[in-house]
């Protein structure tokens, strides 16, 4: 049974707007920090966006900083991705993860989703 479940990918225009969302079972929801990672073709995974399991860390990578938007509903398990002001560059595959602690680094997330396309055109 998967764990870490993505929705919310696709294509949309340059400048346009999605939201991701990451379904996770209640018990890595309530014992580890979440994170969004991407990957483009021919590039490393990077860190997008991760919180904190209370809510109040936060932090960003600088290329989505003002632009991108991470939250969690604690009712629903779900962490979301709410991306704006879409750019070419951001398309990847976007990846929930999970770790015991925030980190910027793919090797420290102990759990993965599946993954998601996003596709901005110019």
């Known amino acids: 049974q998967a764990q870490l479940v993505e929705s919310g990918g696709g294509s949309v225009q340059a400048g346009g707007s999605l939201r991701l969302s990451c379904a996770a079972s209640?018990?890595?929801?309530?014992?580890?920090?979440m994170s969004w990672f991407r990957q483009a073709p021919g590039k490393e995974r990077e860190f997008v966006a991760g919180?904190?399991?209370?809510?109040?860390?936060?932090s960003y990578a600088d290329s989505v900083k003002g632009r991108f938007t991470i939250s969690k509903d604690n009712p629903k398990n779900t962490v979301y991705l709410q991306m704006n002001s879409l750019k070419p560059e951001d398309t990847a595959v976007y990846y929930c993860?999970?770790?015991?602690?925030?980190?910027?680094?793919?090797?420290?997330?102990?759990?993965w989703g599946q993954g998601t396309q996003v596709t901005v055109s110019s």
């Open positions: 209640v018990r890595i929801f309530s014992t580890y920090e």
């Open positions: 993860a999970a770790a015991p602690s925030l980190a910027d680094r793919a090797n420290a997330y102990r759990y």
């Open positions: 919180i904190s399991r209370s809510g109040s860390g936060i």
